[in-house]
């Protein structure tokens, strides 16, 4: 069992930055794939950027290329997206989600979700 929980986010200015911050509870964190996704009113959440336990594989969205950095720390049980040059339609919920079935960009992949943490990009 996993629990996370989702800081960092709030409302910024178009071009601005933000880090968000997800804190893990569990002893599987460490060897499970983390992933970022967003959700826009009325959508499904979509894939933002994941990293898996070692952090040797990395993906991200190409809508988020070069402008977002996904890490982690597994001593500290905690993951980070790093959000640079930060756009008005990068405006959405943002969760941070972990699954122990391997490398998974969609959803449905994730068996754990963290709350969500507002991010607001004002233009």
């Known amino acids: 069992q996993v629990q996370l929980v989702e800081s960092g986010g709030g409302l910024v200015q178009a071009g601005g930055s933000l880090k968000l911050s997800c804190a893990a509870s569990?002893?599987?964190?460490?060897?499970?794939?983390m992933g970022w996704f967003r959700q826009y009113p009325g959508k499904e959440r979509e894939f933002v950027a994941a990293?898996?336990?070692?952090?040797?594989?990395?993906d991200y969205a190409d809508s988020v290329k070069g402008r977002f950095t996904i890490s982690r720390d597994n001593a500290k049980n905690t993951g980070y997206l790093l959000m640079n040059s930060l756009k008005p339609e990068d405006t959405a919920v943002y969760y941070c989600?972990?699954?122990?079935?391997?490398?998974?960009?969609?959803?449905?992949?994730?068996?754990?979700w963290g709350q969500g943490t507002q991010v607001t990009v004002s233009s």
């Open positions: 989600g972990a699954t122990s079935r391997g490398w998974h960009e969609h959803e449905w992949g994730y068996d754990y």
């Open positions: 569990g002893r599987t964190f460490s060897s499970s794939t």
């Open positions: 990293i898996s336990w070692s952090s040797e594989s990395i």
